[in-house]
């Protein structure tokens, strides 16, 4: 069993930063990608950032250049740093990890007003 623990939503004005993270823990012998996706309402859920194992990373076009993704892998955590926030990145963000099976958080709210 896994478990992922998130941390970091909330809400803040456009223009400004925050910060995610999520920490894996249970039966985890190898992780291979981790990463973050989002959900808005009325939207199916999209890829924001992969990062693998090796630390090659894919972003969605819409964060690039604004969000950056890194992990450390000695205590199965990863991070999304977020600037420049715009009101289009609200949305419910949830963690995935993928070891043999990919593995979801139970998401953190980030809101961000105009």
């Known amino acids: 069993q896994v478990q992922l623990v998130e941390s970091g939503g909330g809400l803040v004005q456009a223009g400004g930063s925050l910060r995610l993270s999520c920490a894996a823990s249970g039966s985890i012998f190898s992780i291979n990608a981790m990463g973050w996706y989002r959900q808005a309402p009325g939207k199916q859920r999209e890829l924001v950032a992969l990062?693998?194992?090796?630390?090659?990373?894919n972003y969605a076009d819409s964060v690039k250049g604004r969000f950056t993704i890194s992990r450390d892998n000695a205590k199965n955590t990863v991070h999304l740093q977020m600037n420049s926030l715009k009101p289009e990145d609200t949305a419910v963000y949830y963690c995935y990890v993928r070891i043999t099976k990919g593995y979801w958080g139970q998401g953190t709210q980030v809101t961000v007003s105009s």
């Open positions: 990062i693998g194992s090796g630390g090659s990373t």
